[in-house]
Each structure stands twice: as C-alpha cells, then as structure tokens.
C-alpha cells in the first residue's frame, strides 16, 4: 500500500491510500479519485515530504496547518466527508427521481408548472446550471462520489 498527498484543481489536498503507484494512475485516468471536499475529479499527486517519526511521537490527527498553503485533511476527515457523501447520495437516490441528462428540461418544468412537482436528481452542465439559477430554479450541486474505493 502507499499513501499520497493529493490535490484537486480547486487546491484542496488530501491523503489516499493505493495498491500501488499504478493503481493511483488507473482511478486517476478513470476520474475516479474524487477530493472529498469539493468532488472535482481534476486530481494529482500534490509535493510530500517524507515523514520521519522521532521517539514515539506519532503526530496529531486534527488536520491543522503549520503554515500558509491549501488546508490538509487526514484519513480521519477525509473517511468522515466520504461516509457523510455516501449517505447524501443514498439519501438522494431514495427520494428523488433520476432524469439524467434531462435535468435542466425537467427543472424548468417543475419550476413552470408544466409538470407535478417532485424531487428530481441528474446531470447538468455549468452553463445549464447557471441558467436555471438565473430563472429562479432552485438547484443545489452535488459532489457526486462514485461506488468504487480507492
């Protein structure tokens, strides 16, 4: 196993653990290496400094910063975001329809009253979803975490 320092392209950086160093490329290339704060899928390997343990100290686990740079989460965080995502989703899938693609079309439905009004999950572009924000429809992003494990 091996553990790296990962940054999203938002400048978030996180710890995972990989089989190895070409396990971390496959899900990388895959996208399916998510930051756990964000969900950007833009993932690569961020600087690391080994770590050298002195006597017994093993170091905290609060995920603080000793200095100016991008927040860094521990395992600890970063299990504690993906159980919270995880549950998000399971609570999404249960209680929304999935309209897919469709997503923008059937929002602005609802919104207009062309359609009955239910809880509605799905995929929508940047721009579509600037749109929709812009008419008054209510929607939300959510970052979408896939099934598999890292």
Request: charge should be negative; hydrophobic fraction near 30%; glycine fraction near 8%.
């Amino acid at each position: 196993m091996i553990l790296y320092n990962l940054c999203c392209s938002a400048d978030h950086v996180f710890e995972a653990w990989f089989k190895d160093s070409a396990a971390f490329d496959e899900q990388a290339v895959a996208g399916e290496i998510l930051c756990p704060v964000c969900g950007n899928a833009s993932v690569a390997k961020a600087p690391m400094a080994p770590r050298i343990v002195k006597g017994g100290d093993s170091g905290d686990d609060r995920g603080e910063e000793s200095g100016p740079g991008p927040q860094t989460y521990t395992n600890t965080k970063a299990t504690e975001m993906r159980r919270m995502l995880t549950e998000l989703r399971r609570h999404v899938e249960e209680n929304s329809d999935y309209v897919g693609d469709n997503f923008a079309e059937e929002a602005r439905k609802i919104h207009y009253g062309e359609t009955e009004e239910r809880n509605i999950y799905g995929e929508a572009t940047e721009d579509q979803a600037e749109e929709l924000t812009e008419e008054g429809v209510k929607v939300g992003r959510i970052p979408w975490l896939p099934r598999t494990d890292s």
